[in-house]
């Protein structure tokens, strides 16, 4: 696999939207202004490891991070995040891998969810660590 064809970060977003996200999503990188009441960016979290000499089978981490604005007052607003979250949360608890391309993503089971909200921002958070793996 040349390094140019390292792409979990689309494979990870087909998966999303074949799971039946319908939100906006972003791979690595959102705009500064503009951004729409909820969405979701992809972000590769740490570097890529192969485990073979010629970089046939890479793996690492991607994240999920699940951002919703706020509330008027300033509170978390937790059921848009949870209608978000049930699109697509059968594809990976009780063990469960999803697959796209030739990767396969999986929960991170000793980093999985992070929650908190940025008052400077005016988003919530809910982030989800995966681990990917070619094969």
């Known amino acids: 696999m040349k390094l140019s064809d390292i792409s979990p970060l689309s494979a990870l977003k087909t998966v999303l939207v074949s799971a039946g996200v319908d939100c906006v999503i972003y791979e690595g990188s959102k705009p500064t202004s503009g951004l729409p009441d909820s969405y979701i960016e992809l972000i590769q979290n740490g570097s890529l490891k192969s485990e073979t000499e010629n970089v046939s089978i890479v793996n690492g981490v991607a994240l999920i991070s699940i951002n919703v604005k706020l509330l008027s007052t300033m509170a978390v607003n937790t059921k848009k995040e949870t209608l978000i979250l049930k699109k697509f949360e059968d594809l990976f608890f009780n063990g469960k891998t999803a697959t796209s391309g030739s990767y396969r993503f999986s929960l991170d089971k000793d980093n999985m969810v992070y929650s908190g909200r940025g008052l400077s921002e005016g988003y919530s ?8 793996k070619t094969f």
């Open 125 to 132: 958070s809910k982030v989800i660590n995966l681990v990917f």
